[in-house]
């Protein structure tokens, strides 16, 4: 293994094996709300770009290696399982991630991974180009809506591959020569289309356009990847994207951008229970939307060399009305969050959702709380109360879960957060970071 990876560091804490998230899916999270956050919260880097990239090591037979990795999430393990499972030899060492895509075994994702994350979908496009053919089992994930594949699949398609569906599987084959560079315009804007469609493109005969791409920070940051690897990519964060198709990829050394939704995310926690917070190593500028709602309702945030500081300006926040689009727009994945926040504000907000067809898991736990929110389509009407209260409560997705720690940071009493399995899927460590800046927050024993 250390012949794989020369230039990791093996320190005494490297590990062969994924790293394992210790607690049970019984697990729970205790708060007792009320008290303001004050300190400082390191930002991880992003999930979302980070599970793509390890995708992206399959690309090449050399080591690739990922600084700023958030290596203990529980969806990064699931995306270890799967690699691993193909052949990849991986190691991790506190944020930092080597994997070597060198000897791979099997072309076939097999469902029982696959169903515990739709990430593990990104895996068709590169085993795809690089070995000409993939199997991988249609993904799972949050329940939040249907979630379907099909702009992947006809993209690949597009690109000359063959592609069947049968029990549940992608079954997918590229012509003789390889893939074919193709035009592929998106019906629709799709970041995991988008981005596995990046990376087929990579290895093809010719050229590729991507038309109608989503623009996101984590798709700029895997293509800025892809062209330290040897790709050849232009017009990354807008909506056509070229990508001429190369022989072959090499290792590379990344740092991961921060995550602009636990940033989001923060910022929304300090502004709901007030006080003042530093986000380390984050990036203002991927969260622009969202900070000028933000800044409408109250919140001050400001970048400070590669820190944010976050307090809140007024006693209490102000109803904003919010509709959720592709990056640069509001994200879909701060929507719950929001709709916390607009919970306790003054007067009303309406929040519209217009990426997932069902992605208001929340509004029945935050009622439960106290929270005065009615439904109707797409939008909910958010009308702020004076308070909430404490009470037990459990979401079946990963944002929804976290837009009820916030309610439970400035509840009443005590909120209990069942199910905290969604919430390891995406937050590292959040219990530590929380109650390092004064929140009553505890992990207790599901068993
Ligand atoms: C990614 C993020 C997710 C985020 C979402 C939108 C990861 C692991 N997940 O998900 O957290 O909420 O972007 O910012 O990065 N669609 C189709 N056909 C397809 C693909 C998508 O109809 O083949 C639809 C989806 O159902 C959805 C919309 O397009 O309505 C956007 O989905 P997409 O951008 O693809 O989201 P994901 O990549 O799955």
Known sequence: MESLFPDFKLGKSATTIAPQVKSSSLDKIKIIGGNPLNGTIPISGAKNCALKLMCAALLTEESVYFENSPNTLRD???QIELLEYLGCAIKCEGSLMAINASAIETYTAPYDIVRKMRGSILV?????????QAKVSLPGGCAIGTR???????GLEEMGATITLDDGYINATAPAGGLQGAKILFPKVSVGATENLLMAATLAKGETVLVNAAKEPEIIDLGECLIKMGAKITGLGTETIRIEGVKSLKGVRH????DRIETGTYIIAAGMTGGTLRLQNARIEHLSAALGFLS???IEVEQDKNDIIVSREVERLQGVDIMTEPYPGF???LQAQFMAMLTLADGAGMVTETIFENRFMHVPELSRMGADISVQGNSAIVRGVKSLKGAEVMATDLRASVALVLAGLVAEGET??????HLERGYEDIVGKLGGVGANISRVSGE
Do not use: C, E, W
């Open 296 to 298: 409408q309702a109250g």
């Open 331 to 333: 994200p879909t994945d």
């Open 148 to 154: 379907p594949v099909d702009l992947h699949i006809k």
């Open 76 to 78: 990064m393990n699931s």
């Open 124 to 132: 068709l496009g590169p085993l795809l180009t690089r070995f000409g």
């Open 416 to 421: 209990t957060v069942n199910r905290i399995y």
């Open 255 to 258: 740092s991961i951008v921060p």
